[in-house]
């Protein structure tokens, strides 16, 4: 069983919090980089963040500071706590998996995708 799923999204108010979810197959969780992307309306994906095997956590610059990302490997899960949300950050948020541990952050690496989850910002 291969998969991605993702939970979480919502509609918040500017300045609000939400956290997301995203559990992963045991295939997929282990030995991979997992990463959570972003695809605004009419824009391409853009990468948001990153978790090695190790633990070891990158974030874009536009979430660095208001993004935090986590994972519980007892669950085989990863999460994206984001916290001082703007309208900017609308969009459907995807939980992924790299090919390998070392996270690119390249699209063209990232091997296996989630539904995605949708969070809207209002201002």
């Known amino acids: 069983d291969v998969q991605l799923v993702e939970s979480g999204g919502g509609l918040v108010q500017a300045g609000g919090s939400l956290r997301l979810s995203c559990a992963a197959s045991?295939?997929?969780?282990?030995?991979?980089?997992i990463s959570w992307w972003r695809q605004a309306p009419g824009k391409e994906y853009e990468w948001v963040s990153s978790?090695?095997?190790?633990?070891?956590?990158n974030y874009a610059d536009s979430v660095r500071g208001r993004f935090t990302m986590s994972k519980d490997n007892a669950k085989n899960s990863v999460y994206l706590q984001m916290d001082s949300l703007t309208p900017e950050d609308t969009a459907v948020y995807y939980c992924?998996?790299?090919?390998?541990?070392?996270?690119?952050?390249?699209?063209?690496?990232?091997?296996?995708w989630g539904q995605g989850t949708q969070v809207t910002v209002s201002s």
């Open positions: 045991e295939f997929i969780y282990s030995g991979r980089c």
């Open positions: 978790i090695s095997t190790a633990g070891i956590r």
């Open positions: 992924a998996a790299e090919k390998y541990d070392g996270c690119s952050g390249s699209f063209i690496l990232t091997e296996y």
